[in-house]
């Protein structure tokens, strides 16, 4: 076995062949390098955060929104849900949550897509939709796949039909964001 200047192990020809401890070998130098680079980055190591909301009509009320997030250099994963409480409000346009704390993606990026899925408690039913991080931006819009498959904003009814209720969700999802700093 041989190692590179990082540290990363390989076989050379002499070796005999072990595909699964050199990929053991692998995964285990990966990890030991990204905690040299970034503390807890290899470990899996998440921070919560309670994403902000604001959109027109949009107030939390007795719901509740939590966020977990992890920053590696300039590249960032992150979840956050919203769970609708019995005074949750919702408007009618420009429904948006916040990413964590001093984040916001570089000039010039244009929009960059997160995962979105609602969940209606009373059906289970999940719908699947899309959000936004508009050029330096610091929040996310929400929306869902309209007619014609165009994407429209999460309202007051959409994307149920009805109103929303008591143990919705709105789940939103970024993973390998490129961020400003």
């Known amino acids: 076995m041989s190692a590179t200047a990082n540290g990363f192990r390989y076989p050379v020809s002499t070796d005999t062949p072990d595909v699964p401890r050199d990929v053991g070998y692998l995964a285990a130098d990966v990890e030991a390098f990204l905690g040299q680079l970034v503390p807890g980055a290899a470990s899996g190591a998440w921070n919560g955060y309670l994403p902000a909301l604001s959109g027109t009509g949009l107030a939390l009320g007795n719901g509740s929104s939590v966020g977990r997030y992890k920053k590696v250099g300039r590249t960032g994963w992150f979840r956050t849900v919203l769970t609708f409480g019995s005074t949750t409000t919702i408007g009618t346009v420009s429904q948006q949550i916040a990413l964590p704390s001093g984040w916001s993606t570089p000039p010039g990026t244009g929009r960059t897509p997160l995962e979105a ?28 796949v309209g007619s014609a498959g165009l994407f429209t904003p999460c309202n007051n009814t959409n994307p149920f039909g009805a109103a929303w209720a008591t143990g919705d969700q709105v789940i939103i999802s970024g993973k390998g964001i490129e961020l400003a700093s």
């Open 117 to 144: 899925r609602y969940v209606d408690a009373s059906t289970g039913n999940e719908y699947v939709g899309q959000a936004l991080i508009f050029d330096s931006g610091s929040t996310a819009f929400f929306s869902v």
